[in-house]
Nanobody
Framework: QVQVMESGGGVVRPGDSLRLSCQYS????????MAWFRQAPGKEREEVSC????????YYRDSVKGRFTISRDNGKNNLYLQMHSLKPEDTAMYYC?????????????WGQGTQVTVST
């Protein structure tokens, strides 16, 4: 069973930066694709960014392009999301997901989330 745990959330002001981390661990090779999602109150969950195990094929949703950077350290089993120029609309619970299931068409493993609040 793969375990996924996010950290790094907090309360920041507009324009600030924040880095989220995701620690993942499990049996066997941890060569998973990984992703960051977020969900704001009253809104649907949305994919923010994803990255393959090789570090390639990176995706960003349009609203975060140029502000957020996804990266991973496979040696430490860590996934990161560096967020700059944060806006109030970035406020959400951020979730880390691992291993895309091509049969189910969804991510297999999820963390519990870390809250990001951008407010004056």
């Amino acid at each position: 069973q793969v375990q996924v745990m996010e950290s790094g959330g907090g309360v920041v002001r507009p324009g600030d930066s924040l880095r989220l981390s995701c620690q993942y661990s499990g049996p066997g090779k941890n060569d998973y694709s990984m992703a960051w999602f977020r969900q704001a109150p009253g809104k649907e969950r949305e994919e923010v960014s994803c990255i393959e195990w090789t570090g390639g094929n990176i995706y960003y949703r349009d609203s975060v392009k140029g502000r957020f950077t996804i990266s991973r350290d496979n040696g430490k089993n860590n996934l990161y999301l560096q967020m700059h120029s944060l806006k109030p609309e970035d406020t959400a619970m951020y979730y880390c997901a691992a291993e895309w299931d091509t049969v189910l068409g969804d991510w297999t493993y999820w963390g519990q989330g870390t809250q990001v609040t951008v407010s004056t």
